[in-house]
């Protein structure tokens, strides 16, 4: 017996007939759009939701960093490294003091003491031109908790910012 190729199949000729259709038709492109519409509104509030949660813990944490200076400012104050004047709160007379630095007046070489590197930001804060030690509300230690008050210490910071947390609670009361 001779070997013999299988029979081709019967292939039309591209120009012998109607051609299968590329492409979507207007339905299936509709239904898509459709989709992606609900998707979208879906994701652009989480989204909003998230980089607002992100901004809040950058917030807590310029707070928790400029109040762990202020204490650690009063805990120098208080073990005598620090100068005080009579009638002195003990805590610091402005921001700029923590980057600044303060002489140390136990340190035989009276070098100086740093209790920050740099005053964070305020994230909520809109005016990039300011400075960071502006940009703050100051509460004075003779101020009231309700209604703080700058005055010749600095007791406390807060935002200055009007915004409510997403916890319910205003920045300004953190």
């Avoid at 030690?133 to 101020?143: H, M, P, V």
């Amino acid at each position: 017996m001779i070997w013999a190729p299988p029979p081709l199949a019967a292939v039309p000729h591209p120009a012998a007939g109607p051609r299968p259709s590329r492409g979507f038709t207007l339905i299936e492109l509709m239904v898509t759009l459709g989709i992606l519409a609900v998707l979208a509104t879906l994701v652009v509030p989480t989204a909003q939701v998230v980089g607002q949660r992100h901004k809040e813990q950058e917030l807590r944490l310029a707070l928790r960093e400029i109040r762990d200076a202020i204490d650690a400012y009063k805990r120098a104050v208080d073990e005598g490294r620090i100068a005080r004047q009579a009638g002195d709160t003990g805590y610091p007379p402005d921001l700029d003091v923590l980057v600044d630095g303060v002489e140390d007046r136990r340190h035989p070489k009276r070098t100086k003491m740093y209790f920050l590197r740099r005053i964070p930001r305020d994230p909520f804060h809109a005016d990039a031109q300011a400075s960071n030690a502006d940009i703050w509300g100051l509460r004075a230690y003779a101020s009231d908790a309700q209604d703080p008050q700058a005055g010749d210490d600095v007791y406390d910071v807060y935002s200055r910012s009007e915004r409510v947390g997403l916890n319910g609670v205003p920045l300004k009361a953190w």
